[in-house]
Every structure is written in C-alpha cells, then in structure tokens.
C-alpha cells in the first residue's frame, strides 16, 4: 500500500533543526532529573506495594491517617472501591507489605473478634485448618477428612476471587460443598472483613539496588548489541549512526518521564527496551533501501542524496507502521487503566521519537561521519568507477623521401 508516491523531500536540510530540537528536549529531561532526581518506583527504591478492595466505599481520609507516607491512588474503575497503596523506601530487609497490612486489619476491624477467622483476608490453609479442626460433617481424622475439607476451602477461596470479596454471608454459605453443618461453622467462627488484599509485594533496598544496576546495563547492552549488528549487516558508519539514534530516542522518552514526574519503574525498563527494539526496525530498512540503490542509480550521487532518495521511498511504510502503532498505544493509554498509562506514553513518545530521529539523526550522523572520513561513501552507480583513461595512439615511423636526382 504507497501513500506517498514519487515523493522528493529534503529530509537532510532540516537535520540541525531537530538536533537541536532534540538537545534542548534532553538538556530540559536532564536538568529536571539533577532538580527533582529520579523518581525510582518500588522495584528499583524499595519498599511495598499492596492492592485493596472494600466492601463498601474507601476509607481514604482514615487510610491516609494510618499510612501518612504512603500514595495511595483509585486501583481500576472507581465502583469496584479498590485502591492501591505505595509504601516508601525501607533501610531494612523485612515483610513490610506483611506488616502494613495486618496493622490495616487491626485498625480497619475495630469490633472482630480476635478469636474468629477474617474470611476475606485469609486463604485455603487457615480456611481447612478451621474446619478440619471443628469437623463439622464428622469425617474424622482421617487423611482423606481434610481434603474433604480443603476442597470445599478451594471452592469458598475461589469464590471470593470471582467477587473480590465477599460482602454478605449468603455468598458464603451458598458456595457449592457448603454443607449446613459448614454453613453453621462459618457463621459462629467466621466474619466479613472490611477488605480483601489482592496483591501485595515488598521489595528490600538491596534487591532494588540490584534491579537498578540490571536495568541499567539491559538497555546498554541491547543498544550496543544493535550497533554491532548493523556495523557487520552495513558498514561502521551506520551503526554508529545507529547506536547514536537509539540513545537519542531512549534519552527523549526519559527526559519526558522527568517532565511529568513519572515513577521509574520495571514497566518503564520494558517499554525502554521495546523502544530500542523498534527504533531500530526504519533504520535498518532504510540502510538497507540506501544499499540496494547504490547497485540500481546510473548516475552519481552524494550520500546526502542517497539517504533523501532512500527516505523518500520507504516514507509509505514509516508513516503505516508507525501509524498503527501509535493507534494502539492511544488505545491502551485512554483505556488501559492506571497501571500501564505511564508505560504506554513513554512508549508512544518513544515510537515517535524514533521515527523523526531515523529521518533527521541518523542522516546528521552519517553525513558527519562521511564529511570527517573524506566523503568515501559519496558513491552510487556506473559513473562512480575508476575510469580507464584510453592508450595515447602509437605514433607511426616516418620515412624519408629521397630526393630524385
């Protein structure tokens, strides 16, 4: 499918103008980041992260009460009242969500009974324990009596997963394997928490260090090994043109980061990499298009011109590729919720980076590279081979005429 056909853009002249857009943009990203520093998330800092779901509305004010240096934000659609709970960095190793967590249902189950089991908050052993433990169907204690009882434990755990919770105790006692006799021992020895923990993890400091210095060298590495790719696919000028264009795009997509203040996070290492992974797809097929055309031109022509006359014919592919691409990613960030919104922008303003810098950075690059190295690759076509200069024509023996006497 050709959009543009037959196309002559000057891709080239505008090369400074987007360098130097580009470096303010990194100096901007750069300048933010020494002010403010880096807003390491709990993978990389350290600390916790615990997901929850009330019965009823949040109780924001009395959660921010309780955890004062927490962030706590609305988690998926406002009518499921679940919220998700950042905790800061720790000095410490230790069960930090396992510890914020219990002081929540002390503090948000002020009337439980200590001696009954929070149906919503504890899972199939506690559950099996309990009724193994009563024995309300008189299976004895047999090895076959707690799995009788830890099936039907399965079936009330799995339940609770369908709903999130539950909210009132008929959703419990109508579970199927509840017997009246189990019915009986969940309603005397059981109650309803005020919320069920989807999720929770804790991340020590030097695990978080760990994972900074992994993230790191991932994307080093993998921008490196695109350079050495494209140095034996092509030739040294265009992968370092290459690499140069790939810490171009990733420089871009962090200084946008600092410019929203976004947490750093191991989503925004993948959306990094899948950065360097794509920003590199138009330079290779644009190197490649810039190769197959020095063997088809029959006349002469400068790089500058090689690289206009390459860019030119792959424009309908960059622009439907990246086309689709970015639809997608509008997709995911109006629709996608809460946890991948920062993952899919980064990304989106990646793809886009990555698109303008292989039509203007990598071109200043490797015409940079051509103008310090004697302009070698200002070759294309027959006219571009050494001439063969003809022979000087053999001058023929002159004889001397006798005089007649």
Known sequence: MQIFVNTNYDFVKYRFVAVAFSLAVILV??????????????DFA?????????????????????????????????????VLIRLPQQRRESDYAGQIVAKLLRDLNPGADPAKLDINY????KLTDLLATVDPDNKGTRADARAYYAKVADNIINRRSELGLFSNTQQVTSVPGVTTGIARVLNERTYLGAFNVLNQETVGPQVGRELQQKAIWAVILSTLAMGVYLWL??????GVAAVVCIVHD???SLAFLAMINGEFSLNIVAALLLIVGYSINDTVVTYDRVRENRRKLKTRATLEEQLNL??????????????SVVIVLIALILFGGKVIHEFALILLVGVIAGTYSTV??????AIAWNNLTGRKHDIAGPAARPRVEPAPPKEEPTTRKRKAV
């Not at 504890?122 to 052993?125: T, V």
């Not at 390459?310 to 086309?323: F, P, V, Y």
């Open 29 to 42: 990203g750069a300048f933010l980041f020494r002010q403010h520093g880096v807003n390491w998330g709990i």
């Open 46 to 82: 350290g600390g916790a992260n615990i997901a929850l779901k009330f019965k009823g509305p949040v109780p924001m004010e009395r959660l921010r009460a309780d955890l004062a240096d927490a962030s706590i934000q609305q988690y998926g659609k406002a009518d499921q009242n679940s």
């Open 250 to 252: 990733v420089c871009v």
């Open 310 to 323: 390459a860019m030119n014919q792959t424009l309908s592919r960059t622009i439907l590729t990246s086309g």
């Open 233 to 238: 696919r092509f030739d040294l000028m265009f």
């Open 122 to 125: 504890w899972g199939r052993d």
């Open 360 to 365: 203007t950075i990598v071109p200043a690059v």
